[in-house]
T-cell receptor
Framework: EPEVTQTPSHQVTQMGQEVILRCVPISNHLYFYWYRQILGQKVEFLVSFYNNEISEKSEIFDDQFSVERPDGSNFTLKIRSTKLEDSAMYFC?????????????FGDGTRLSIL | AQSVTQPDIHITVSEGASLELRCNYSYGATPYLFWYVQSPGQGLQLLLKYFSGDTLVQGIKGFEAEFKRSQSSFNLRKPSVHWSDAAEYFCAVGGILNTDKLIFGTGTRLQVFP
């Protein structure tokens, strides 16, 4: 069964550094999402992306964050200048359609640790 | 504001026992409802979903969930738990205000004793 893949599985970065988290969505999916889960807390929506544009973003997704689909397969989340509070598990998800009749499929996540 | 509540942070059951995980949502209309499971070090796997129709939905791994509109609930059940079911379970809602983002509950950690 096709799956969403995320790399790296664990990223350790110094505070203030830029970090790029990578995702390869399922090949025929058109809608892409990033969520994050701070340790011990709930999974929170960050951003949705379709047709090379952000469809919706949460309050968490401030100017330090950006998303890109640089080619036909990758979907990336960039944090420009990381803060300690950015430490979390970041999940990428993809879906065939945004109607929610087609559910979102999640990757295994990237654990981001900011020192 | 829309929210999802999972009142049980941690549940422990014996293998073979029945299981019910609770989920309540706060939203004016009936949203799309989901249960996801997260095994240690893994991503979120969809167990089942409810959109409309029959209020009792069957999912993978022998799980089922029942939507009760009057109680704004979508509880997850399994008649006989296996040790491999030990994981974190998340209830989620979607379709709020015509968006496709998912709103998750805080999760319930299930521990299974032999």
């Amino acid at each position: 069964e096709p799956e969403v893949t995320q790399t790296p599985s664990h990223q350790v970065t110094q505070m203030g550094q830029e970090v790029i988290l990578r995702c390869v969505p399922i090949s025929n999916h058109l809608y892409f999402y990033w969520y994050r889960q701070i340790l011990g807390q709930k999974v929170e929506f960050l951003v949705s992306f379709y047709n090379n544009e952000i469809s919706e973003k949460s309050e968490i997704f401030d100017d330090q964050f950006s998303v890109e689909r640089p080619d036909g397969s990758n979907f990336t989340l960039k944090i420009r200048s990381t803060k300690l509070e950015d430490s979390a598990m970041y999940f990428c998800a993809s879906s065939v359609h945004d109607s929610l009749n087609q559910p979102q499929h999640f990757g295994d996540g990237t654990r981001l640790s900011i020192l | 504001a829309q929210s999802v509540t999972q009142p049980d942070i941690h549940i422990t059951v014996s293998e073979g026992a029945s299981l019910e995980l609770r989920c309540n949502y706060s939203y004016g209309a009936t949203p799309y409802l989901f249960w996801y499971v997260q095994s240690p070090g893994q991503g979120l796997q969809l167990l089942l979903k409810y959109f409309s129709g029959d209020t009792l939905v069957q999912g993978i791994k022998g799980f089922e969930a029942e939507f009760k509109r009057s109680q704004s609930s979508f509880n997850l059940r399994k008649p006989s738990v296996h040790w491999s079911d030990a994981a974190e379970y998340f209830c989620a809602v979607g379709g709020i205000l015509n968006t496709d983002k998912l709103i998750f509950g805080t999760g319930t950690r299930l521990q299974v004793f032999p």
